[in-house]
Each structure stands twice: as structure tokens, then as C-alpha cells.
């Protein structure tokens, strides 16, 4: 079974300044998908960005990027600028195909606060 | 399109009673998943449907959950006798069978199970 491990249960940030959460995982299987996805309070839970294990190249999304170290099986989210409206839970998932399906396994969250 | 799409939005049972919650995904979707998501934790995958087939279940899934999807559109989920364990947030998500792509969430069901 695959693990998803976020070893930082919260976070803060001053406004305009950049943070980097982190995430690791644990699969024997060489291609997969990791993804973030932010759940701002009491709203729903949307995707912030999406890493094919295939790729080399880190993804990137305006003010959001990762840092993906497949050996390392981790899978880093850098925000810069970070902005008020970044306050949210952030996960990370992996997911990988079994028999067609697609079953996600997400991180137990990191809380994020950004200041004024 | 509004999106996905959850009823209720909350609801508060007593224990043993039986519950049902639907879930409306986006409409030219053709998966959907089930998940439970509790204070503290992350989404816990229970059961996923592509079309009108359920593909599969969590093994943690209860006997007395069941979720249909009769005609690959909308799906409901049952929790028959519900425990006071059974409280928390009941999250459905939407995507096409392009994979793997981005899951579409709705807003959640949040149970509370006096």
C-alpha cells in the first residue's frame, strides 16, 4: 500500500514572501501521479498543481512549483508571493493505476497561514 | 456547469439510524469517487464508479455502507445503523476517464451521528 507522509502539520508565511511544504511518499512503482491540492476553510478542495513521475521537469503554476525527487520519493510545493487568499489546508496525493482504476492516497494535510 | 453538486450539507442523525447522501458530479464525467475525510486528516478513498460500475471499495468500507450509481450519473451513498464513529465529512469528487487527471470536489456532506 502506498504511504503518503506531510511532516508539518502547520505552517505560517508573512504576506509576499515564499514557503515550501513538504511531502514524501512510499511506492514501488515507477510511474505515478502526485498533485496538490488546496481546501481553503469551509470551501472545496481544488487542485493547485499535477507531477507525471515520467517527467523530469518539475510542474509549475504561476506562484506554485515543486521540487520532485523521484529517487528521494519526495515531492516538494514551493509558493512564492504568497498572498492571504494561499491560507488554506494543502495536501499532497499520490496515485497510481491499478487494473484501470485510479485511486488516490492523500497526506493527512498541512495547515497554512499567511500573515499580513 | 456548476460543478460538483452535494445533498445535503449537513446532517445530523441519531445513532442507528439510516442515512443517505447524494452526490451530482459534472455532468460529462464519467468517474466518481467516494471519500471520508475526518478533523485532522486527509480525504479516505471509500468507493469509486466508472459509469455505473462500482470498480472499487476500500477494504476499511463497512458492510453497512453502500453507494450505487444507477444510470452513471449521480450516485448516493447509504450508511445504514450509523455509530458515532461514522461523524465526518462525506466528500465526493468528479473527473473524466482521461487519466489521471485533475478530481473535481464537491463541497461535502458533513455527518453528525449523536
Known amino acids: 500500500a502506498q504511504t503518503v507522509t506531510q511532516s508539518q502539520p502547520e505552517m505560517s508565511v508573512q504576506e509576499a514572501e515564499t514557503v515550501t511544504l513538504s511531502c514524501t511518499y512510499d511506492?514501488?512503482?515507477?510511474?505515478?501521479?502526485l498533485f496538490w491540492y488546496k481546501q481553503p476553510p469551509s470551501r472545496q478542495m481544488i487542485l493547485v498543481i499535477r507531477?507525471?513521475?515520467?517527467?523530469?521537469q518539475n510542474a509549475t503554476e504561476n506562484r506554485f512549483s515543486v521540487n520532485f525527487q523521484k529517487a528521494a520519493k519526495s515531492f516538494s510545493l514551493k509558493i512564492s508571493d504568497s498572498q492571504l487568499g494561499d491560507t488554506a489546508m494543502y495536501f499532497c496525493?499520490?496515485?497510481?493505476?491499478?487494473?484501470?482504476?485510479?485511486?488516490?492516497?492523500f497526506g493527512r494535510g498541512t495547515s497554512l497561514i499567511v500573515h499580513p | 456547469d456548476t460543478g460538483v453538486s452535494q445533498n445535503p450539507r449537513h446532517k445530523i442523525t441519531k445513532r442507528g439510524q439510516n442515512v443517505t447522501f447524494r452526490c451530482d458530479p459534472i455532468?460529462?464525467?464519467?468517474?466518481l469517487y467516494w471519500y471520508r475525510q475526518t478533523l485532522g486528516q486527509g480525504p479516505e478513498f471509500l468507493t469509486y464508479?466508472?459509469?455505473?460500475?462500482?470498480?472499487?471499495k476500500s477494504r476499511l468500507l463497512s458492510d453497512r455502507f453502500s453507494a450505487e450509481r444507477p444510470k452513471g450519473s449521480f450516485s448516493t451513498l447509504e450508511i445504514q445503523r450509523t455509530e458515532q464513529g461514522d461523524s465526518a465529512m462525506y466528500l465526493c469528487?468528479?473527473?473524466?476517464?482521461?487519466?489521471?487527471?485533475?478530481?473535481?470536489f464537491g463541497p461535502g456532506t458533513r455527518l453528525t451521528v449523536l
Open positions: 496525493a499520490f496515485m497510481k493505476e491499478s487494473g484501470g482504476s485510479y485511486i488516490p492516497t
Open positions: 511506492t514501488s512503482e515507477s510511474n505515478y501521479y
Open positions: 507531477q507525471e513521475a515520467y517527467k523530469q
Open positions: 455532468s460529462e464525467h464519467n468517474r
Open positions: 464508479f466508472q459509469n455505473e460500475a462500482q470498480l472499487e
Open positions: 469528487a468528479s473527473n473524466s476517464v482521461a487519466p489521471p487527471g485533475e478530481q473535481f
